[in-house]
C-alpha cells in the first residue's frame, strides 16, 4: 500500500487504518481519550477524535455484550461454544426485544 504524504498529512482522506487491540487495551484507550487534557480540552471535543471514540465505543459495547450473552447461555445449560460472535448477538437481541417482564402478582 502506499500513501501519499504532504506536510505529515495523507492526501487520501479515505485512508483507513486497523489496529488489533486486546479487550483491554481498547478499553484503556477509550479512557485515556476519554480524559481531560490539563488545558480542560477534551478528545471528543476534536471531531475526528470522536468519531474514533464512537467506533471503539461500539464495538467495545459488541464485545462486552456477546460475552454477557455467551456466560448467561453457558449458566443456563447452553452450549454457546458452537455459535459464532454474530448468532450470540442475534440471539441477545431477540431475547432483549421479547415482552416478557417479571410477574409481580401474587
Not at 498529512?9 to 480524559?35: F, G, H, I, V, Y
Not at 477534551?42 to 470522536?50: E, G, L, N, V, W
Not at 448467561?72 to 448477538?89: P, Y
Request: a negative charge; hydrophobic letters at 40%; aromatic letters at 4%.
Amino acid at each position: 500500500m502506499s500513501i501519499d504524504v504532504k506536510n505529515g498529512t495523507s492526501q487520501d482522506a479515505e485512508t483507513t487504518l486497523s489496529l488489533e487491540l486486546t479487550l483491554p487495551e481498547a478499553e484503556a484507550l477509550k479512557s485515556w481519550l476519554l480524559k481531560p487534557a490539563a488545558d480542560g480540552s477534551s478528545a471528543i471535543d476534536d471531531p475526528q477524535a470522536k468519531s474514533a471514540m464512537v467506533k471503539l465505543g461500539s464495538q467495545l459495547d459488541y464485545v462486552s455484550g456477546v460475552t454477557r450473552v455467551r456466560e448467561e447461555l453457558e449458566t443456563a445449560g447452553f452450549d454457546a461454544a458452537a455459535l459464532s460472535d454474530d448468532q450470540v448477538a442475534e440471539l441477545g437481541r431477540r431475547i432483549a426485544d421479547s415482552p416478557i417482564r417479571r410477574y409481580s402478582g401474587s
